[in-house]
């Protein structure tokens, strides 16, 4: 099978949206009047960001969540993706299960493949996506880093360090009971990009990133963009999926040989959480909670924004934590 | 040097035309009103596009000129790009020289890095790159694939085969005079996206592909996408930048020991061309050479569509040539 007929078999669908999808030399798309686009791009490598015997209908399914997930922290809706993919062979199966895991939450999120590139090569997955944010009297409604204030609350969806937790125990670092094990891997591998609530967010929340490389150096970037600082109440940070495994007894622990601590990096510095950290006024509490609600995501405050540069971090008790926690990076 | 310090060093530079560039969850673009956004995404793979140790000043520009020959092949502006980079190791000297040649190429072109991704791995570049078409009454000005009508005149860029002659001639397949391969090997290493020719073809051309992978399978696309036919004068495309090296004998010998046979083999299925290839209606001749002359781009005509499915080969005599050319298939 060539190249064509790959592209042909696996990924070409009829265009819905697109005035043109796959097949010619470029897509083309509309974006609604007085709407902006909102593009980003992020590139999956074997051995870096997954493992070579990783589900492939998982693997489908992440390499476009990611994606999805910097949408969501714009606000954006999502409209259209391309997919460049290099592979060491054509593996008909593999193939199979792969364009079936992203297809489905493609299709989930009415987001569509509108081209791409195919080649010979070593595992390598980069996709593209665009999205729709609207203008609102000539303004961009885009949720952006830069938008913090003093004064501000300090969100997070969902719950953090779980895809940490399950790479550890799958590593043998850790063992972790198998019903919060199969929870905490369908995090790592499955991750859900939180595209609903970004959207609910507009308007509300005065800045958003997406939780990928871990919160610490995450919410690095939102301060360093917004010139301001933060203090983190982080034992609220400290809540796993392994609190809503229902077989195991209540609370963090749920099992998991863990200290405090532990659980402290775990969720400060896990990375791959693809949950949304954002900041909003004081004044938008219950604008917040009803995004939260529209949008069925659990939300919950864990600090502020204040003038003071710099991010402390407190215990339980308000006492300041040593801040050593290091945030993921390709090239360390 | 981190992930971020890298992106900052090498390629993040303030927005120009971009709403928002590098340095958000997303970039954002807001198209002109009454037009289209012209997509298209090439990945490059070492080993298989191109050499280890090619210049990376060459590699930057022709990772950026690959994707800029597709927005060409629809008559789109140029606006913007994004970069997906996954690097062995990171080395400043060959950065340096790589962004410098990626740069050198966009900024000829107007067309701004707007974001991407930067990752550990084995040397792959991944270009998405989004250009502007305007539309007319509300009908799309891309000049696209399906457009061929019987009766039009077949027509191509500049001259074919001259990358795949260095190449030839870089792996030691072949002896090639000096002044031929340095000229040969800038067309190999450094294409030059007919972004002009393609613009000024809007409303003019009925259909045009770039040439990326030989005029052979290319025009494939052309009659399959169109649902005709073609019959090329194979000679008349027999061109190469031989001809114009002035140290060299004129025609197309030019000191080069190749059958008029293997002359034909490297124009109609040599690949890397990244030249246009188009259709267009007998009545439009004089304003096909008017957009020759305004873009500055030699044109010729090939060959002629018909309304009899396939492709026919004919020499100079007329007489029908076996038609058994090969086009470039990543996984063949």
Chains 1, 2 share one sequence.
Request: proline share 5%; with cysteine.
């Amino acid at each position: 099978m060539g190249e064509f007929d790959l592209i042909a078999r696996y990924f070409k669908r009829p265009a819905r949206r697109a005035a043109l999808g796959i097949g010619d030399d470029c897509a083309l798309l509309q974006p609604a009047p007085g709407t902006q686009l909102a593009i980003s791009c992020d590139m999956l490598v074997q051995g870096r960001h997954f493992f070579a015997d990783v589900n492939p209908r998982s693997l489908g399914h992440k390499a476009l969540a990611v994606n999805l997930s910097d949408l969501a922290a714009c606000g954006a809706k999502p409209l259209a993706f391309t997919l460049a993919l290099a592979l060491p062979e054509i593996n008909e199966p593999w193939l199979t299960d792969f364009a079936g895991g992203l297809f489905e939450l493609a299709d989930a999120h009415n987001c569509e493949l509108v081209g791409g590139d195919t080649t010979a090569g070593p595992l390598n997955i980069c996709i593209t996506v665009f999205g729709e944010v609207p203008l609102v009297n000539g303004r961009s409604q885009a949720l952006l880093r830069s938008g913090a204030r003093a004064g501000d609350d300090l969100y997070v969806s969902g719950t953090l360090g779980d895809a940490r937790l399950a790479l550890n125990a799958l590593q043998g670092k850790l063992s972790v009971p198998a019903p919060i094990l199969l929870a905490a891997r369908q995090r790592l591998e499955r991750p859900s990009p939180r595209v609903a609530l970004g959207q609910a967010l507009r308007g509300i929340a005065s800045a958003a990133i997406d939780l990928s490389d871990g919160l610490m150096g995450d919410l690095g970037h939102i301060l360093e963009s917004s010139q301001i600082g933060a203090t983190v109440q982080v034992d609220t940070l400290v809540h796993s999926i392994a609190c809503y495994v229902d077989s195991t007894p209540a609370g963090i622990q749920g099992g998991i040989d863990l200290s405090l601590a532990q659980w402290r990096t775990l969720a400060l510095a896990g990375g791959d959480d693809y949950e949304l950290l954002f900041t909003a006024s004081p004044s938008q509490r219950a604008a917040v909670a009803a995004a939260a609600q529209a949008s069925q995501t659990p939300v919950r405050c864990v600090g502020q924004i204040d003038a003071n540069p710099g991010l402390r971090l407190l215990d339980r008790q308000g006492q300041v934590l040593p801040n050593q926690y290091a945030s993921f990076d390709h090239f360390a």
